[in-house]
């Protein structure tokens, strides 16, 4: 069954600045999706990755997949404030599978 | 916009009381989810169920039980609540044309004393 690893698990960056969240899974997988929670909220579907090669942008956030490498990354671009939340990864349990597991997710504070 | 309701957002109960959560989806998805959610933990999977009166069992199903009489709705029932099982309940739906994303419910906070 797949496992999904997020670094880093906190990360406080000033405004302005890139940063890169990064997420490595154990086994093949034909998709990966990213997830975003603010502090007492649900999750929100930020980016669903279906191919090798994928790369989405919304706003300051970009997510790409590599499925050779198993790793998909979130960039931020000049972060803002408004971006402070909890970021999850998630791909399928199992190939194919609708089941999902789940990073244990990147606490990303933005400092003014 | 799919739309997944969770019946409280707060729950406070005490230990051995029979506590259910429900959770209702409006887009007429097949898959629905429970999750729990603790600090450190990420998500665990909880139950899941692919269609009416189908379920099978997640990473974390002691303790719990669940239902799913209607497409829509899918309970999550706690048959004799314990502390440990004090987190946050997250229900969440897809359909089932393959690679789909899940949508989540708002949550429910369960505290159990």
């Known amino acids: 069954e797949l496992k999904v690893e997020q670094n880093p698990l906190f990360l406080s960056m000033q405004e302005g600045k890139n940063y890169t969240i990064y997420c490595n899974y154990s086994t093949t997988s034909d998709r990966l999706y990213w997830y975003r929670q603010d502090p007492g909220k649900s999750l929100e579907s930020l980016f669903v990755?279906?191919?090798?090669?994928a790369v989405k942008q919304e706003g300051r956030l970009m997510a790409s997949l590599d499925t050779k490498a198993r790793l998909s990354t979130l960039h931020i671009t000049a972060a803002v404030h408004d971006l402070s939340a909890t970021y999850f990864c998630?791909?399928?349990?199992?190939?194919?599978?609708?089941?999902?597991?789940f990073g244990t997710g990147t606490r990303l504070t933005i400092i003014p | 916009d799919v739309k997944v309701t969770q019946s409280s957002r707060y729950l406070v109960k005490r230990t051995g009381e029979k506590v259910f959560l429900e959770c209702v989806q409006d887009?007429?998805?097949?898959?629905m989810f429970w999750y729990r959610q603790d600090p450190g933990l990420g998500l665990r999977l909880i139950y899941f169920s692919y269609d009416v009166k189908m379920k099978e069992k997640g990473d974390i199903p002691e303790g719990y039980s669940v239902s799913r009489e209607k497409k829509e709705r899918f309970s999550l029932i706690l048959e004799s609540a314990s502390t440990n099982q004090t987190s946050m309940y997250l229900c969440a739906s897809s359909p089932n044309r393959g690679r789909a994303q899940q949508y989540f419910g708002p949550g429910t906070r369960l505290t159990v004393t």
């Open positions: 998630a791909g399928p349990a199992n190939f194919g599978n609708e089941k999902l597991t």
């Open positions: 887009m007429d998805h097949e898959n």
């Open positions: 990755l279906l191919s090798n090669g």
